[in-house]
Nanobody, 130 residues
Framework: QVQLVESGGGSVQAGGSLRLSCAAS???????????MGWFRQVPGKEREGVAS????????YYADSVKGRFTISQDTAKNTVYLQMNSLNAEDAAMYYC????????????????????WGQGTQVTVSS
């Protein structure tokens, strides 16, 4: 069992920045090393969108086209924590952001498929005002 706890959401003006955090923890005797960690977002009435992903302990990162060049996903393996640095935020970025994990490394052709992820956090709200 893996638990994910997101933090860092809030309200920001357009053009501003936020950093989201996702702390992963596993049951005693288990590790989250090698897990694919993804950030997703969802707005009511719209489909969930994969934003970015990274494999814990790995180096490959993947991004949705809509956030490339503005968002950066990173990790602190000592803390089993994944971060999403979001810059140049605009109204289209406003959503509930979720952290997700699956016991496999991320792949370029599937990281964005939410159905593949077994574990989800509770979500953190990002609001962008103009």
């Amino acid at each position: 069992q893996v638990q994910l706890v997101e933090s860092g959401g809030g309200s920001v003006q357009a053009g501003g920045s936020l950093r989201l955090s996702c702390a992963a923890s596993a049951a005693s005797g288990y590790t989250v090393s090698g897990y694919c960690m993804g950030w997703f977002r969802q707005v009511p009435g719209k489909e969930r969108e994969g934003v970015a992903s990274i494999s814990l302990g790995g180096s490959s990162t993947y991004y949705a086209d809509s956030v490339k060049g503005r968002f950066t996903i990173s990790q602190d393996t000592a803390k089993n924590t994944v971060y999403l640095q979001m810059n140049s935020l605009n109204a289209e970025d406003a959503a509930m952001y979720y952290c997700a994990a699956v016991r496999m490394r991320c792949y370029s052709d599937s990281w964005f498929r939410g159905i593949l992820y077994a574990y989800w956090g509770q979500g953190t709200q990002v609001t962008v005002s103009s």
